[in-house]
């Protein structure tokens, strides 16, 4: 049987051919369709929003950060500058995706910790460049200008670095800038500091950081693809930081370093009427420098660990027991409470014993000097006579009277990490050590010792109180901020006393200190060409046992006593109040009170501070 053969059926397939080329036009016009949609989507409904966007990939904005304050002493010396500084600098988005790779160069090339940078670079805005080096040296600069085809994003560029022209003379005071950290963003307005590397760290630098920072400006710029600027499109300018007038006076400053001699310890010196600090001198010291660009491991370690604790301000951080130079104080004290008068008189036999007690609490030089006055206590610094008056005073009214004084609380204005001290009381030593207050405890705290712990800055503000009689000035550090006066938002409360003759009778005991036959500091009355009231303290590190010498040559260097010294003159015109703390200094009245008299010289005997009464005097000479 033969197969059939089908022919094939053109008319059908005709169909399905058109059938399909219907289909396929369908498609092609529901595509063309939905592209239009598309289109017209972006380029009409979202016109705005994506011209934006395209604005945006080629216009930025740039942050012009402001040119910080400066900062001169009264007189107009420089003494905080902007210096300007080649420094190397990194901008992300001109390295390209690459970007990892060019930081790993660029640390190979100069010694740098990849990681860190790479941690630095993170957290910026876009577009904004990084400090990587500052203060390039040439042979730096060579290295980037050889390698820059390697370093996409890397440039070498002009700014602003802070630099401290006299050192470490100020450094305590002053303070220094350092690169912005992670804390410190959280207390700074990041937008306002936007392009800023630096921040004042501590001292004035820090307190007034708001008033030298300055407000940021900005700028629009057009750049290409590579991220380089074409054109500025707008600019506003950024308003710099005001400059600070201080009341420190360079000259005074060092002449307060050197009255220390390199030993340790600290001077305040101020001038009572106005709460202005004319010098406050820590020691040891360092460079201030080296912290505005990054200290290196090394240099800060050797600081950090130096038994002298040269990073330590002792004017408002040290805490030492005040001696005996609260007893004019204490006198005061006693005076205002009724508890002795002018002509109030002890016996000293060399010590002092409570009611019932055989302790005997020694006179400082072991002998005893009879019949004892105020006038004469104070100058001779008997202690048997303020034994006496701490406990009949008892140590509720000398916690009051001395808190008046300033003790216990933090007295400066303008200052930032200031010790507020202790002024022990009966509640505190209860919360501290859940003890009752001992009546010994009360005799030791009369001759400012015991738990009883002062700053330099504290003994002097007291000794301005003594200086104004009682009139309550806040000391500051700071005479101008951008051309205008310093003023304390919240003035402490003078101290008033029941007959403002009693001033006048402490007045004379602390001249007799230093005038007076028997006065502990005569030494630097005899010459004086002006009349000073002061009075000396030396104060124990290590406690002596009962019925045992201070001996010095079996006591460690830094155990021996501290030496200490106030004093404001001219006696009968205030014109400056001094406050000398020197270290394991062991006397007051030897080491501590020639610094204090070399810092009142150097103010006093200026023909521009000069008193006119003293000027006379001299002339007559």
Request: hydrophobic residues 40%; without cysteine.
């Amino acid at each position: 049987m033969s197969s059939q053969i089908r022919l094939k059926d053109h008319q059908k397939d005709r169909g399905i051919v058109h059938g399909r080329m219907v289909l396929s036009m369908v498609v092609v016009v529901m595509m063309v369709l939905v592209l239009f949609a598309r289109m017209y989507y972006l380029q009409v409904v979202q016109y705005e929003h994506h011209s934006i966007l395209a604005e945006n990939n080629r216009i930025h904005m740039q942050s012009l950060p402001p040119t910080r304050g400066l900062i001169y002493d009264r007189n107009g010396v420089l003494l905080a500058e902007n210096r300007p500084s080649y420094n190397l600098t990194f901008t992300k988005e001109r390295a390209g995706e690459d970007w990892r790779s060019v930081l790993q160069y660029m640390a190979e090339i100069f010694a740098l910790d990849d990681e860190l940078l790479e941690q630095r670079v993170q957290g910026r805005r876009p577009f904004e460049s990084v400090p990587i080096i500052f203060e390039l040296s040439e042979e730096q600069i060579a290295k980037v200008a050889v390698n820059q085809p390697r370093l996409p994003g890397v440039e070498v560029s002009a700014q602003l670095v802070r630099h401290y022209p006299k050192g470490a003379i100020f450094s305590h005071t002053l303070g220094y800038v350092g690169r912005i950290n992670e804390d410190d963003l959280k207390r700074l307005d990041r937008v306002n500091y936007t392009g800023t590397h630096h921040v004042g760290k501590v001292g004035i630098e820090r307190f007034y950081e708001e008033q030298l920072h300055g407000k940021v400006g900005y700028e629009e710029v057009e750049t290409n693809a590579r991220g380089r600027v074409l054109r500025v499109l707008k600019r506003v300018e950024p308003e710099p930081g005001e400059d600070i007038f201080l009341a420190l006076d360079y000259e005074l400053q060092k002449v307060a370093k050197n009255a220390l001699g390199g030993r340790r310890g600290s001077v305040v010196a101020l001038i009572p009427q106005t709460g202005e600090i004319l010098a406050m001198v820590s020691e040891p010291s360092f460079d201030p420098n080296l912290f505005v660009t990054g200290i290196s491991y090394k240099d800060y370690g050797e600081l950090r660990d130096s038994i002298d604790q040269p990073l330590f301000n002792r004017g408002l951080r040290g805490l030492y027991p005040p001696g005996s130079i609260i007893k004019p104080m204490v006198v005061i004290a006693g005076l205002d409470s009724g508890v002795i008068e002018r002509d109030t008189r002890v016996f000293d036999p060399g010590f002092y014993q409570l009611p019932n007690n055989d302790h005997k609490y020694r006179n400082w030089n072991r002998i005893d000097d009879g019949w004892v006055d105020l006038e004469l206590a104070v100058a001779r610094s008997n202690d048997t006579f303020f034994y006496d008056l701490a406990f009949k005073l008892g140590v509720d009214r000398l916690h009051e009277y001395m808190s008046m004084f300033g003790f216990g609380q933090r007295v400066g204005l303008d200052v930032f990490g200031e010790s507020a001290g202790l002024m022990p009381s009966r509640d505190w030593k209860r919360s501290r050590f859940r003890q009752p207050w001992y009546p010994g405890e009360t005799l030791i705290l009369g001759i400012g010792q015991g738990y009883m712990q002062s700053t330099p800055l504290q003994m002097a503000q007291a000794t301005a109180l003594m200086a104004t009689r009682g009139r309550w000035i806040r000391p500051h550090l700071a005479r101008t901020v951008g051309g205008q006066a310093v003023v304390d938002p919240e003035p402490h409360a003078d101290i008033r006393l029941e007959n403002p003759q009693y001033w006048d009778w402490v007045h004379d005991a602390m001249v007799a200190v230093v005038h007076g036959q028997r006065g502990t500091a005569r030494g630097i009355g005899r010459d004086a060409p002006y009349r000073i009231a002061g009075k000396s303290g030396t104060a124990q590190v290590i406690a002596i046992r009962q019925g045992e010498k201070y001996d010095r040559d079996s006591v460690h260097e830094r155990h021996r006593d501290h030496a200490l010294f106030v004093a404001y003159a001219p006696a009968d015109d205030p014109q400056i109040a001094v406050a000398v703390m020197i270290e394991n200094g062991e006397s007051g009245s030897a080491v501590a009170a020639p610094a204090a008299r070399k810092v009142m010289d150097a103010w006093l005997l200026r023909p521009e501070n000069m008193p006119p009464t003293l000027a006379e005097a001299m002339n007559n000479e």
